[in-house]
């Protein structure tokens, strides 16, 4: 739990690949609308480390714009599996697959994306076929998924007041397994 904080400290100042808030203010603005939903404390720890993987890879800076997806919804898992359950890990690994799902049956949600993330779809793969999208629903987590994914689009709001981590700590705590 320490070192994952302790990446969040010494990293989360990065800038969240071309929006407006960093790594950890993504993060937390993530956290605070499933907490403020009133979520289980899983879920809530989901959101908090759903990009995790951004901050775990060696690839530099600015990976999308150079045209690399960075696969950072697999990246975090062996480090998060080892400390905390399904319910968090899940939602993590299939929160790039329910943007996908998403532009699959909504439009309007792709519309609304920012441009950042369209460009990262391409990457990632793209908008789900009818298929896919069956497929994906079916999956445990996946309305966990969808639900951290609508947090994600909207936890991007420049200088937002929001708890710290350490508020969060516990939280975490709470959802681990050891
Ligand atoms: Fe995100």
Redesign the pocket.
């Known amino acids: 739990m320490h070192i994952i904080l302790e990446i969040y400290r010494d990293r989360g100042n990065a800038q969240?690949g071309g929006e407006a808030v960093s790594q950890l203010e993504?993060?937390l603005q993530?956290a605070a609308l499933a907490e403020q939903a009133g979520q289980s404390a899983e879920l809530i720890a989901a959101c908090l480390l759903?990009?995790f993987g951004h901050l775990v890879h060696r690839l530099g800076e600015g990976v999308t714009a150079r045209g690399i997806d960075d696969r950072h919804e697999y990246r975090a898992i062996p480090i998060l599996e080892k400390r905390f359950p399904t319910a968090v890990t899940a939602p993590i690994r299939l929160?790039v697959a329910a943007k996908r799902y998403l532009c699959a049956i909504d439009p309007s949600y792709w519309n609304a994306l920012s441009p950042a993330s369209k460009r990262s779809l391409e990457l990632q793969g793209g908008i789900f076929s009818d298929a896919a999208a069956a497929q994906f629903i079916q999956q445990p987590y996946a309305p966990e998924a969808i639900q951290l994914r609508r947090w994600?689009d909207l936890?991007k709001i420049p200088n937002l007041p929001t708890p710290d981590l350490s508020h969060f700590t516990t939280v975490l705590q709470e959802a681990a397994i050891v």
């Open positions: 969240y993504h993060a993530c759903h990009d929160h994600d936890a």
